[in-house]
C-alpha cells in the first residue's frame, strides 16, 4: 500500500488530537507541516537513515497526493516523528508513546540503511613468495571465514 503525503500530514495531526473529527485542516496547515516533513526526514537522511522520501523543496513541484516513497515498516516512525514536530505549533504536547515510536523509527531506518562492513584478512599474517603479493588483500565477508574462488581483490 503507498501512503500519500497528505495521509502522513493528516495522521500526524490525528496522533496529536487535531484530526478531522475534531479540526478541518487549512491549506496554511498543510503547507506548513509538508514543509516541516521534507525538512523532518532531509535530517532524518543526514544522519544515515535512508528512507527513499522524495525530497523536493520547490511548493510549485511538491504535491500533497503524491506518493510518499516511504517503505510500509517507516510510515508509522515518520507519521509520529511528524507529530512531535507539530504538536508545539498547536499547543499539544505529544504522547509518550507518540515520542517512543518516533524515537524507534528513526533508529530502524537508521539500521537498515546500514551496510554490514566487510572485514580484510591480515596480510602481515600471510608469508610472502609463492605467489602472494603484497599489495593484494583478501576481502571476506562479515559472517564467512573461509576463502573463495573470486575474493581476491587488487587494490
Known sequence: MSYTKRTIINQAHAEIGMGSYAYDLQPEDLQDALLRL????AQWSGNGAQVGWPSVNSELVDDLDADSGLPVDAVRGVICALAVDIAPGFGKAPSRETKIAARQGKKLMTRKS???PQREMDATSIPAGAGWKWDRRVSLSANDSDIKEGE????
Not at 38 to 41: M, S
Not at 152 to 155: L, N, S
Request: neutral net charge; glycine residues 0%; without cysteine.
Open 38 to 41: 521534507n525538512a523532518l526526514l
Open 114 to 116: 546500514m551496510t554490514i
Open 152 to 155: 581476491v581483490t587488487r587494490d
